[in-house]
């Protein structure tokens, strides 16, 4: 069947946007994806511009959780951009390839083929913005594992996901927004990280909490650090500043002080100290 040539390339919000630019023209692609995050939005939106102006012939698509919530909103402020694939990508993307390639194919295909693609908004052939139905969350142990020969990762940070989703939902993080916390199974998760310590991996990182982290550990015979400190439940008061409202210290005296907790209120996190305290 159609098939697409795939190329990927890794940049860095350090790089200059000029640099960056000019390697994506070297590539040559009829279709370019960008994965969007907190840290590179901004750095992202200069080179939309600037493709605007040295690319305007090709179809660019966006991805990615800083893009998910407001995608009619950036379609509208870059009219290059052709769509954006909202919430879980590894589906939708392997989908809008296939459109793509079998486009190649057709003599009749159209961009308003897309909308039978879940979990994309996109520019129809008239410009409408056009929203397929949300995809559903994908089960975790249908991910492919793509570590079984890590020659190509000598020397490198792998990224592996054993669980998606939260359990709270704290205002000012993107994991409380979907409401669907999912594992992979356990047995499938021992098994492959045996092959990733078999394969000479030296460490390995836990971005998690405390109590995940030494799940890892146990599971494990490799050293095992956190890459978090696991501090606290708080408010956010702008991006980046919180308020440290909880330490999950499971003795509750909140319906004693008025709603003031005097573990994280406190400096010295007292409840019954010489100012009074709690009791």
Same mark, same amino acid.
């Given at each position: 069947?159609?098939?697409?040539?795939?190329?990927?390339?890794?940049?860095?919000?350090?790089?200059?946007?000029?640099?960056? $630019?000019?390697?994506?023209?070297?590539?040559?692609?009829?279709?370019?994806? #960008?994965?969007?995050?907190?840290?590179?939005?901004?750095? $992202?939106?200069?080179?939309?511009?600037?493709?605007?102006?040295?690319?305007?012939?090709?179809?660019?698509?966006?991805? =990615?959780?800083?893009?998910?919530?407001?995608?009619?909103?950036?379609?509208?402020? #870059?009219?290059?951009?052709?769509?954006? $694939?909202?919430?879980?990508?590894?589906?939708? !993307?392997?989908?809008?390839?296939?459109?793509?390639?079998?486009?190649?194919?057709?003599?009749?295909?159209?961009?308003? @083929?897309?909308?039978?693609?879940?979990g994309i908004i996109y520019r129809s052939?008239?410009?409408?913005?056009?929203?397929?139905?949300?995809?559903?969350?994908?089960?975790?142990?249908?991910?492919? #594992?793509?570590? &079984?020969?890590?020659?190509?990762?000598? @020397?490198?940070?792998?990224?592996?996901?054993?669980?998606?989703?939260?359990?709270?939902?704290?205002?000012?993080?993107?994991?409380?927004?979907?409401?669907?916390?999912?594992?992979?199974?356990?047995?499938?998760?021992?098994?492959?990280?045996?092959?990733?310590?078999?394969? =000479?991996?030296?460490?390995?990182?836990?971005?998690?909490?405390?109590? =995940?982290?030494?799940?890892?550990?146990? @599971?494990?015979?490799?050293?095992?650090?956190?890459?978090?400190?696991?501090? #606290?439940?708080?408010?956010? &008061?702008?991006?980046? $500043? !919180?308020? &440290?409202?909880?330490?999950?210290?499971?003795?509750?005296?909140?319906?004693?002080?008025?709603?003031?907790?005097?573990?994280?209120?406190?400096?010295?996190?007292?409840? @019954?100290?010489?100012?009074?305290?709690?009791?």
């Open positions: 069947g159609a098939f697409c040539d795939i190329e990927i390339a890794e940049y860095t919000i350090n790089q200059q946007p000029a640099k960056v $630019m000019a390697d994506i023209y070297k590539h040559d692609a009829d279709v370019i994806m #960008f994965s969007c995050y907190i840290w590179n939005r901004a750095f $992202m939106e200069k080179l939309l511009n600037d493709l605007a102006v040295v690319r305007p012939d090709v179809d660019i698509w966006l991805g =990615g959780p800083e893009v998910s919530f407001d995608s009619e909103e950036i379609l509208v402020r #870059f009219s290059n951009v052709c769509g954006i $694939m909202t919430g879980e990508g590894e589906e939708t !993307f392997a989908k809008l390839l296939s459109a793509y390639a079998a486009a190649d194919e057709a003599t009749d295909y159209s961009v308003d @083929n897309f909308n039978s693609i879940s052939s008239a410009e409408a913005i056009v929203c397929t139905p949300q995809r559903e969350p994908l089960d975790m142990d249908q991910l492919p #594992f793509v570590y &079984e020969d890590l020659s190509d990762f000598e @020397n490198r940070i792998i990224y592996y996901e054993s669980s998606r989703g939260c359990p709270f939902r704290c205002s000012y993080c993107l994991s409380s927004v979907d409401k669907k916390l999912r594992f992979r199974s356990i047995d499938l998760v021992k098994k492959e990280l045996k092959v990733l310590r078999n394969s =000479g991996a030296e460490a390995v990182v836990g971005m998690a909490c405390g109590d =995940g982290v030494q799940t890892v550990a146990d @599971n494990v015979t490799l050293p095992v650090s956190p890459s978090n400190d696991t501090l #606290f439940l708080g408010q956010v &008061e702008r991006v980046g $500043m !919180f308020h &440290e409202y909880c330490r999950m210290c499971g003795d509750c005296v909140l319906g004693s002080t008025g709603g003031i907790c005097p573990i994280t209120q406190c400096a010295k996190s007292l409840v @019954n100290g010489p100012c009074g305290g709690a009791k």
